[in-house]
């Protein structure tokens, strides 16, 4: 019997998956999503949170369909559950299981396939395997029964899924790997070189004109170590030599979610794909501009390159995929930036319950009314996370830190499209010689940008941030967006969060699920030094300028850092969970118990219900 899958969610998370789903081609758009009204027979839940009278609790909760087909032998909430693991992880979801509060499915043989299968699983055909098999009628009538194929068999294993990134249509890795396909593109690209006839690109040029595009590629995992001799651009002639069996295949090279987020710190050998290039992506039609591997393109480069774009969370972003990654599954992540707490002024976080607050809460003032605070982002890309800081009400002003020149022309390019003002500033600069007495910025913060990013190490934001405090809203929030590890960074995030106010540190690392707890704990003992350590030295230094005896700061007391909450945002590798440590730095000691308006300050606070830290999936 076969069943097609629908989700029930609460009301807050039907954008994100909606998006998600559309994104990975899996939603139905036959089917509108709806509330809940399905009685509790029909439902399977993924956890049992059933009220008395035997229904599922679902207030506020909507039904949103999907294109995911199960065979259903027997009645099984395990398979069911499986099915759900499944199809989260396939749109880049994992981390929201437990949101997921059921799976509904409508039974296919009950009803017409015309009413409830959706085009794209049908046994219709699309505008893609249209425009193939019109190709296919073109070529010589006797290559493919020379080889024992037909054009049926060639049909069943293409692709039935794609992604669409304007202008590009982006086919997934295991395009034209079946043994069928292999054998008939190595015999068509002889038949090829023998007429002198580039099919191929005929029949590019077919797949295009369906679907409105101008460029094809296959996409492929993005590597983590570069090795020599790579060759990311084949040409059509050569695709059936394309190496598939990459161990990292995921339909995710342009978006990459378990590939890592942005380049790193310094010290790294020469192999490492520190700057995150797409070195796998295989372009098959169409000009993507230079294939040059310097993080330092011109702007010759940048007007010759292709550029593509896309949307999520109403947020539009810009790359060049022969050059940059985009991460398209750590959307859930950029939804919770969305949801930023005011941290702005000083640490009044006790809500209407009585409760404190945690760092992402629900959007709405905390600190002094109308006040807002800065974000950093120390690994900005192409602005993954900076957008989403931006878009924030909360957040005034966004700084982000890039190596690399393109990730820096696709973010300058995305927040133009999204209506922001932003500074690109290449550094260093002598401002940061230490023979400069004066230490200033070669550039004033009273302009209109929303984002300020610098086109250099992260190393140098101390320095800079230091300079720019008084003419900066409170820095509350830094990003650490950095697989498989931010630890080079945490230093530097400790240094840059306002030294008196504090506010929150968002570490990005992959840990087993098995030791989520451990490692968290290890990483609150490595905050909890690197901050106190930094409090002395800052002591220290306000002594020697002042004049007073340094045995002084033997006396103060060391801040107690917590960690507020575990963001589990996607599967990096079985077993392995891509998390999001949120560490909650307190205001320093002396400023903890004062007053301030009607309220008092207390800290540190924590997520309502968490005595240390909470290793949720979602908030």
């Known amino acids: 019997m076969s069943e097609q899958i629908s989700l029930l969610v609460p009301r807050d998370l039907v954008k994100t998956l909606k998006d998600a789903l559309e994104t990975h081609n899996k939603l139905d758009k036959s089917r509108k999503i709806r509330p809940s009204t399905a009685p509790a027979k029909d439902i399977t839940p993924s956890k049992r949170s059933q009220d008395h009278s035997g229904t599922i609790a679902r207030a506020d909760t909507y039904l949103v369909p999907t294109t995911v087909i199960i065979t259903k032998c027997k009645e099984s909430g395990r398979d069911m559950e499986d099915s759900k693991t499944t199809l989260l992880r396939d749109i880049g979801m994992d981390g929201h299981g437990k949101s997921v509060l059921a799976i509904t499915t409508i039974n296919l043989t009950a009803t017409t396939a015309a009413e409830h299968v959706p085009a794209s699983i049908s046994t219709k055909p699309t505008p893609l395997t249209t425009a193939l098999t019109t190709w296919l009628h073109t070529l010589p009538s006797s290559l493919l029964p020379a080889l024992n194929l037909t054009i049926p068999s060639l049909l069943k294993s293409f692709p039935k899924t794609h992604t669409i990134y304007p202008p590009l249509l982006l086919l997934p890795p295991q395009t034209f790997t079946t043994a069928s396909w292999l054998v008939f593109l190595a015999a068509l690209s002889k038949t090829e070189t023998e007429k002198g006839t580039p099919y191929l690109t005929d029949l590019y040029e077919r797949l295009c004109a369906a679907i409105g595009v101008t460029h094809v590629a296959i996409n492929a995992a993005i590597p983590a170590v570069l090795r020599p001799g790579t060759t990311p651009i084949p040409t059509s002639a050569s695709i059936s030599k394309i190496n598939h069996k990459n161990d990292n295949d995921d339909d995710t090279n342009l978006t990459s979610p378990e590939q890592g987020l942005q380049e790193t710190s310094p010290n790294h050998t020469a192999t490492t794909n520190h700057l995150r290039r797409p070195t796998h992506i295989h372009p098959l039609h169409g000009s993507f501009g230079p294939s040059t591997t310097t993080s330092n393109p011109t702007p010759t480069d940048f007007s010759s390159a292709l550029w593509v774009s896309t949307r999520q969370n109403g947020i539009y972003q810009t790359w060049a995929p022969l050059h940059t990654m985009f991460s398209r599954g750590n959307i859930s992540e950029k939804a919770r930036i969305l949801k930023l707490a005011s941290t702005a002024t000083s640490h009044k976080v006790i809500n209407d319950s009585g409760r404190p607050e945690s760092a992402i809460g629900e959007g709405r003032e905390i600190g002094r009314k109308g006040e807002k605070c800065t974000a ?146 290890e990483i609150v003992d490595v905050f909890t030094r690197l901050v106190n350590v930094n409090d002395l030295d800052n002591r220290a230094d306000d002594e020697r300028e002042s004049g007073n005896h340094p045995h002084a700061q033997q006396q103060r007391q060391w801040r107690e850092v917590r960690c507020q909450h575990v963001e589990r945002v996607k599967t990096y590798a079985p077993g392995v969970m891509h998390c999001v440590v949120d560490i909650y730095v307190p205001p320093l000691p002396s400023t903890s118990s004062l007053s301030h308006g009607s309220g008092t300050i207390r800290s540190p606070p924590s997520a309502p219900g968490q005595e240390n830290y909470s290793t949720a999936q979602n908030t």
């Open 376 to 521: 950093i982002d120390l690994y900005a890309g192409i602005g993954y996370f900076v957008f989403s800081y931006a878009k924030s009400e909360t957040v005034a002003r966004v700084l982000g830190w890039e190596l690399n020149g393109w990730s820096v022309e696709g973010l300058r390019r995305g927040a133009g499209v999204n209506g922001w003002g932003v500074r690109v500033v290449d550094g260093p600069h002598q401002a940061d010689d230490d023979d400069n007495e004066k230490g200033e910025e070669p550039y004033s913060t009273d302009g209109n940008e929303k984002i300020i990013v610098f086109k250099e190490d992260n190393i140098h934001a101390p320095k800079r941030i230091e300079r720019l405090r008084d003419r900066l809203p409170a820095v509350r929030h830094v990003n650490c967006g950095l697989l498989p590890t931010s630890r080079a960074s945490w230093a530097v995030a400790v240094r840059v969060l306002d030294p008196v106010g504090g506010g929150w540190i968002h570490a990005h690392e992959n840990i087993a699920v098995k030791d989520i707890e451990g490692t968290t704990d």
